[in-house]
């Protein structure tokens, strides 16, 4: 890894906030402890820049880890203060993100920053579903870090300069860093420890931006995006999983997370006549992996969270089958099921292609609370395939198509309450979000 582009602590946040709009809190603050000469060693502002500033229009909370003092290490002081901005982002109803840089527990400090360590998850568990938590690993973030960013709603990481490890790699048993760099972006990427990752920290800093101004400010208050995309817009062809997601986007612009891990699923953020949307979709290939299930599940909480509404573009006929998959298919997939079934967002699936067996049960059908269920003409829905069902039932096939498998026998049984075309499918998720009463 190369370090040449790194930032200073404050340069980052003036990097990602509105210029000259940052003010500085507790940057007076020092460490208490003086045992092992600490008392001797002044460290600025303890370790870590907290405040507040502006994007866009949107109020932020930040904190900016210092490697530069003691290597960021986390003492009693330095967790205090995050502690007490996220409590400030909590009352003030706004987001935080937090820069990471740091060595982990700052160890002359011990118990009190172990307990420091605990203020933080605390506080990152309060925030949960209040206000969106946004973590950027531009440095070092190691052991107990790796958890705080865990806690948080998404997390972008610099390729380039992060690592991301609980145990260091040379410390995992039969590895050591120049064989397989399990703080890695890409490794860690892979196996979705990590939302979006960036080439350098211009992009993380771009990212976060896109981020905050496609968010709610919290909870409770509704996001809402500028556009100048027409609604009447009409599509070509949908297609499957992020070519889907991004033909109905305003300007085609999708922020997808998670994208190197679950490959079958894909999910992310876009905002649709100026509403922010959480997309999901199938890929081409029609599967459910436990993997994809398991992201798309905590995608379902984190939007029913903030109140974004749900939309899903089902191409499924089949799960993923391995050894390995049929370890965790059915509690993963079952996962999935509980959290659209009891989301309270508006719902809106788009069978764009196949849905077949209990697999298509499991993505959003009306069956398991979608509010509204879209199908274009040409899709297939039924137990499955028509070849082989009028096989297995001794007919014939055309006849069990007509009967049994398409989207007008589907909406015949009110399992489908419109048949729509492909250039017509943003328009009628327009017409369905401006019903849902999402402005």
Do not use: W
Not at 2 to 8: F, N, R, V
Not at 13 to 34: H, K, M, P, Y
Not at 92 to 109: N, S, V, Y
Request: glycine content about 10%.
């Amino acid at each position: 890894m190369s370090d040449t582009t790194k930032l200073s602590a404050r340069a980052r946040i003036d990097a990602l906030v509105d210029a000259n709009s940052f003010v500085e809190i507790g940057g007076l603050v020092t460490a208490r402890a003086t045992d092992f000469n600490m008392g001797a060693n002044q460290i600025p502002a303890d370790g870590v820049i907290t405040g507040y500033g502006v994007i866009g229009e949107d109020l932020v909370f930040v904190y900016s880890q210092d490697a530069q003092a003691m290597n960021g290490a986390i003492g009693e002081m330095h967790a205090r203060k995050i502690a007490s901005l996220y409590q400030m982002a909590i009352k003030a109803g706004a987001p935080i993100i937090g820069l990471i840089d740091c060595a982990g527990i700052r160890i002359e400090e011990s118990l009190d920053a172990i307990a420091g360590f605990g203020d933080i998850y605390m506080k990152k568990v309060e925030a949960s579903g209040v206000i969106p938590q946004l973590t950027a690993i531009l440095g070092s973030c190691g052991g107990g870090v790796a958890i705080s960013a865990g806690l948080s709603d998404i997390t972008v990481m610099d390729a380039s300069n992060g690592s991301l490890f609980v145990n260091s790699p040379n410390a995992v048993a039969g590895n050591f860093k120049e064989k397989c760099d399990t703080s890695a972006a890409d490794f860690q990427s892979e196996a979705g420890n990590v939302d979006i990752v960036c080439e350098n920290e211009a992009e993380v800093f771009t990212k976060l931006r896109e981020l905050v101004g496609l968010l709610p400010a919290n909870s409770e208050v509704p996001a809402v995006v500028s556009t100048s995309d027409d609604k009447n817009r009409t599509i070509g062809t949908l297609g499957f999983g992020r070519e889907a997601i991004e033909a109905v986007a305003d300007g085609n612009k999708f922020i997808e997370l998670k994208k190197d891990f679950g490959t079958d699923m894909v999910v992310g953020l876009i905002a649709i006549d100026g509403e922010t949307v959480g997309a999901i979709a199938n890929t081409e290939e029609g599967v459910l992996s436990a993997n994809g299930c398991h992201k798309a599940e905590q995608f379902v909480y984190f939007c029913d969270s903030f109140g974004l509404p749900i939309v899903t573009f089902t191409n499924v006929k089949s799960y993923a089958s391995c050894m390995c998959e049929e370890k965790r298919i059915a509690r993963k997939v079952a996962d999935l099921t509980y959290a659209f079934a009891s989301s309270d967002v508006p719902k809106i699936n788009v069978i764009v292609g196949e849905a077949y067996g209990s697999s298509y049960l499991s993505m959003n059908s009306k069956h398991i609370g979608a509010d509204l269920v879209l199908a274009l003409d040409k899709a297939k829905i039924g137990a499955m395939d028509a070849k082989l069902a009028a096989e297995a039932v001794g007919v014939d096939e055309a006849a069990y198509k007509e009967q049994q498998e398409g989207a007008k026998a589907a909406a015949g049984r009110g399992y489908v309450d419109n048949i729509i075309t492909e250039s017509d499918t943003r328009k009628h998720l327009i017409y369905a979000l401006q019903m849902f009463g999402m402005r």
